[in-house]
């Protein structure tokens, strides 16, 4: 097996990696990430039976794709960050536009497009064809979440 040399890896490849080892509910929901750049994140949702809201017509659960959308913000974040963030997700709007079609993976793609010293606003689409979304999703996340808590423990953010 051989070793990776930490100095050819990049930040980028490092949340790719943090995505392909998460814990909870990323993992829990078969989700991975596709692209990292500091334009932002594409992740994918697998289509898995298990996951479906609406079993007559194969549809996933909406729940399914909230948290996609959720995810991706919030790897779209540490992509423009450089560092792990402490983060929380302050608010979430999802417009659902129409369903996922049966027996297809869903894709998001989130951008952070502006920040202050505190919150991060993002957007986000969910969509099985480029140019075709069947949900779009505006978020606002709090930066440094926990940093007063960390910070009594000794931890720095």
Not at 33 to 43: K, M, N
Request: glycine share 8%.
């Amino acid at each position: 097996m051989s070793e990776i040399d930490p100095n050819s890896v990049t930040w980028f490849d490092k949340v790719k990696m943090m995505g392909d080892h998460s814990q909870g509910q990323f993992r829990a929901l078969g989700m991975s990430i596709l692209d990292v750049s500091a334009e932002g994140v594409t992740a994918k949702l697998p289509w898995r039976a298990d996951l479906v809201g609406d079993p007559e017509h194969g549809i996933l659960h909406g729940g399914a794709i909230t948290t996609l959308l959720d995810s991706t913000c919030g790897y779209a974040i540490f992509a423009i960050s450089e560092k792990l963030a402490d983060i929380a997700t302050l608010d979430l709007r999802i417009d659902y536009l129409k369903p996922a079609k049966p027996n297809q993976d869903v894709l998001a793609r989130a951008e952070v497009y502006r920040t202050t010293r505190s919150i991060a606003f993002l957007r986000a689409q969910a969509y099985q064809t480029e140019g075709d979304p069947i949900a779009n999703a505006v978020a606002t996340f709090m930066l440094g979440a926990n940093s007063s808590r960390l910070a009594a423990r000794g931890i720095k953010t």
